[in-house]
């Protein structure tokens, strides 16, 4: 049996939900795209649709939890956010709840070394984070030995 995996980050927001991808081996994380949060049924949609096109098995989401780890209330719209997808995509899709914190902030400081500012960065900073809350589970697998 293969270890190897085919994964989809998110990075959950009240405006716009950034989507990440891995590589064919679950080795890197990679940005796809942003999807509109104005619309969860519609973004919902969207997301499975990715699921099915790439076969996904993975689902990563990131959780915002407070500094001092607890949940607070923004973990609310995100689970509220889970359940519709559960719904949407097939039943072998695996959800995986990391904590997110610091994603964003780690995004924003890559980007700006890439000479990005935060004007020309609002476009992708949701997909930027995605890749971290990815690359972040995708990081804590590697010790699990790869199959081809």
């Known amino acids: 049996m293969s270890n190897w ?3 989809l980050g998110i990075d959950y927001g009240a405006a716009r939900i950034g ?3 891995s590589d064919d081996i679950g080795l890197l994380a990679h940005p796809l795209e942003t999807v509109s949060a104005a619309d969860l049924e519609g973004a919902a949609d969207r997301i499975s ?3 099915l096109e790439r076969e996904i098995r993975d ?3 990131g959780l915002p939890l407070r500094v001092s780890g607890e949940e607070g209330t ?4 995100v689970r509220r956010f889970i359940k519709i997808l559960e719904g949407k995509v097939p039943e072998r899709v695996v959800f995986h709840e990391v904590d997110e914190r610091y994603t964003t902030v780690v995004a924003m400081e ?3 070394q890439a000479g990005r500012t935060a004007k020309d960065s609002k476009g992708i900073i949701d997909q930027a984070a995605a890749i971290e809350i990815l690359q972040q589970w995708l990081d ?3 010790d699990i030995p790869c199959e081809p």
Request: glycine share 4%; no cysteine; charged share 25%.
């Open 74 to 77: 923004a973990v609310d719209g």
């Open 110 to 112: 890559k980007l700006h």
């Open 19 to 21: 989507v990440s991808v």
């Open 59 to 61: 689902l990563v989401i």
């Open 140 to 142: 804590s697998r590697a």
């Open 49 to 51: 649709e990715i699921v």
């Open 5 to 7: 995996v085919k994964a």
